[in-house]
């Protein structure tokens, strides 16, 4: 069964800069586009960013343009979101979701990690 | 941007009876050419990720038990569970891929009455 792991999260000030980290096993990892979704803490399901098989196309949702950087390293089966000039609403539980092989930008997502918390707060 | 909403919002249901979530969709998010209805369900159960039940409006995951079924299409759909057992506890989400950027409705809280 395919298994996906974050990692990165934690406790960050307004304007701070945060890593996270989605370590794939499990399924081939290069041929499925990607996504990150996040749920504030009581809240609902947000799609925040994708990005497709070979790193070329990435999309966001409009309150992170510009400050969130989604990527990933096929050679290591890993995705990642670069989240800068952080903000309290920011504040959430960070999933990485796969969207089924051979699907396109906007798509369901089939497998999901167990998320990883950032807290933006002073 | 196509927004999603569910109703109700929450609803407590004796084991074993019905229990009927209806989520709502700004506009169609069903291609009349392929006959597609790009909407998904998901399961989320306290301290977990979601998990994906239905797909294209009415087709079930593997392994997803067959009390789950979805119907609907242009902007209307239904989640049921026909017999509610213990385990389906949980908050349900309504998503649509029609178009992006991917939209999910706000959440219904399943609970035993």
């Known amino acids: 069964e395919e298994e996906l792991v974050e990692s990165g999260g934690g406790l960050v000030q307004p304007g701070g800069s945060l890593s996270l980290s989605c370590a794939a096993s499990?399924?081939?990892?290069?041929?499925?586009?990607m996504s990150w979704v996040r749920q504030a803490p009581g809240k609902g399901l947000e799609w925040v960013a994708n990005i497709n098989q070979d790193g070329s196309d990435k999309y966001y949702v409009d309150s992170v343009k510009g400050r969130f950087t989604i990527s990933r390293d096929n050679a290591k089966n890993s995705l990642f979101l670069q989240m800068n000039s952080l903000r309290a609403e920011d504040t959430a539980v960070y999933y990485c979701?796969?969207?089924?092989?051979?699907?396109?930008?906007?798509?369901?997502?089939?497998?999901w990690g167990q998320g990883t918390l950032v807290t933006v707060s002073s | 941007d196509i927004v999603m909403t569910q109703s109700p919002d929450s609803l407590a249901v004796s084991l074993g009876e019905r229990a009927t979530i209806n989520c709502k969709s700004s506009q169609s998010v069903s291609y009349n050419s392929n006959n597609k209805n790009y909407l998904a369900w998901y399961q989320q159960k306290p301290g977990q990720p979601p998990k994906l039940l239905i797909h294209?409006?009415?087709t079930r995951e593997s392994g997803v038990p067959d009390r789950f079924s979805g119907s609907g299409s242009g902007t209307d759909f239904t989640l049921t569970i026909s017999s509610l057992q213990a385990e389906d506890v949980a908050v349900y989400y309504c998503?649509?891929?029609?178009?992006?950027?991917?939209?999910f409705g706000p959440g219904t809280k399943v609970d035993i009455k």
């Open positions: 294209w409006a009415s």
């Open positions: 499990t399924f081939t990892f290069y041929t499925y586009w």
């Open positions: 998503q649509q891929y029609y178009t992006p950027p991917i939209s």
């Open positions: 979701a796969r969207a089924p092989y051979d699907s396109g930008r906007s798509y369901f997502f089939d497998s």
